[in-house]
């Protein structure tokens, strides 16, 4: 059983800076393509940034030059580095795991992230 577990989220200011951490557990970390998505009220989930398993990143226009994906296999974990927060970053944030052969996906339970003063 795949499972990923978000953390890192919280209230911040903006300009503020947030760093999400997603730890997956249950399978080889390394066959996943990683991504984080967004869900804010009333929206749709949109793809905030992904990382595939051979390190290839790719961000969505509004997070460019703000946002930094990572991913430490040896931790089996994927990180959101987020700076220049915005109140339009509010969102929900979730970490998504995509396995490379088969496709099959599996989700985190979500992160609160706020950014308000």
């Known amino acids: 059983q795949v499972q990923l577990v978000e953390s890192g989220g919280g209230l911040v200011q903006p300009g503020g800076s947030l760093r999400l951490s997603c730890v997956v557990s249950g399978s080889i970390f390394r066959l996943y393509h990683m991504g984080w998505y967004r869900q804010a009220p009333g929206k749709q989930r949109d793809l905030v940034a992904s990382?595939?398993?051979?390190?290839?990143?790719n961000y969505a226009d509004s997070v460019k030059g703000r946002f930094t994906i990572s991913r430490d296999n040896a931790k089996t974990t994927v990180y959101l580095q987020m700076n220049s927060l915005k109140p339009e970053d509010t969102a929900v944030y979730y970490c998504n795991a995509k396995r490379v052969v088969g496709g099959l996906n599996y989700w985190g339970q979500g992160t609160q992230v706020t950014v308000s003063s």
């Open positions: 990382i595939t398993n051979l390190g290839n990143t």
